[in-house]
């Protein structure tokens, strides 16, 4: 796996769980606001999605928000990606698996089980999602697989600055149509033929907001100051975007 994609571990997170570390660096909180950055920072000259500067904007959050960095992010097991989009500023995210596991009970672990279930499948995951300043991760949803996993159920845990969620349904109760918003403020890609959510609903730190229906699209955009936003779910096997030409991805040399 490379340090800007999540696409090969997907193929071997179930095998091989991540480890989270146990060296944790605690970064004081700073009183200075996280400014929104400029395009051309996250790029080099040649176009290609610069992964150590992206980097070093997530970790400038991280210790302006006082989040506590683990070593495991500071090696390829952060990710991070622009979607192919070459506008990191505005279309991004970084992120890493704590786990993705999908198994059968009877061979998980000791191997020893033989209770009921020893033949069922089971699946789960745990995530973190980085945003910066009023980043979008785009829309996408998560189809079942063709190993007998369902779709991907996820919820959401904002756990530093704000979220705006969206989505194709109501569910939570308290969403409100996308096209009420002032038209400066609506969703990346509202409009757009492609474009299929219809619904959004804040969230702030230590609130959280669920996944409403199986197989919907769906996305985030973080607030002014950015996001640290922990994903609990299901196994994650499946993404589609409903952008075309959008892939979970860097931008590369032009």
């Known amino acids: 796996m490379t340090e800007c994609s999540r696409r090969s571990f997907l193929a071997v997170a179930a095998a091989a769980p991540i480890a989270a570390g146990t060296g944790l660096s605690l970064a004081a909180a700073g009183s200075t606001p996280i400014k929104k950055l400029a395009n051309k920072v996250f790029y080099r ?29 500071k090696t390829d097991e952060f990710w991070v990606c622009d979607f192919l989009q070459r506008d990191m500023s505005n279309l991004g995210m970084g992120g890493i698996f704590w786990i993705n596991e999908a198994n059968e009970y009877g061979k998980s672990g000791a191997k020893v089980y033989k209770g009921d279930f020893k033949d069922q499948k089971f699946g789960y995951l745990g995530h973190e999602i980085y945003l910066l300043p009023g980043q979008v991760l785009p829309e996408h949803r998560h189809l079942g697989g063709e190993k007998g996993y369902g779709p991907k159920m996820e919820a959401w845990h904002v756990r530093y600055g704000s979220v705006t969620f969206y989505g194709e349904y109501k569910g939570a109760g308290d969403e409100s149509p996308i096209a009420k918003m002032p038209a400066k403020s609506r969703i990346w890609g509202f409009g757009e033929a492609w474009f299929k959510s219809k619904y959004y609903a804040e969230r702030k730190a230590g609130q959280m907001y669920k996944l409403v229906d199986p197989e919907s699209w769906h996305g985030q955009r973080a607030g002014a100051q950015g996001a640290i936003v922990s994903e609990y779910a299901t196994y994650h096997n499946h993404v589609m975007f409903s952008k075309p030409g959008m892939e979970f991805d860097c931008s590369k040399a032009k």
Not at 52 to 70: L, N, R, S, V
């Open 45 to 73: 000259a040649d176009g290609a999605l610069d992964a150590k500067a992206t980097k070093k904007a997530y970790f400038d959050m991280m210790m302006a928000f006082g989040y506590p960095i683990p070593e495991v992010l």
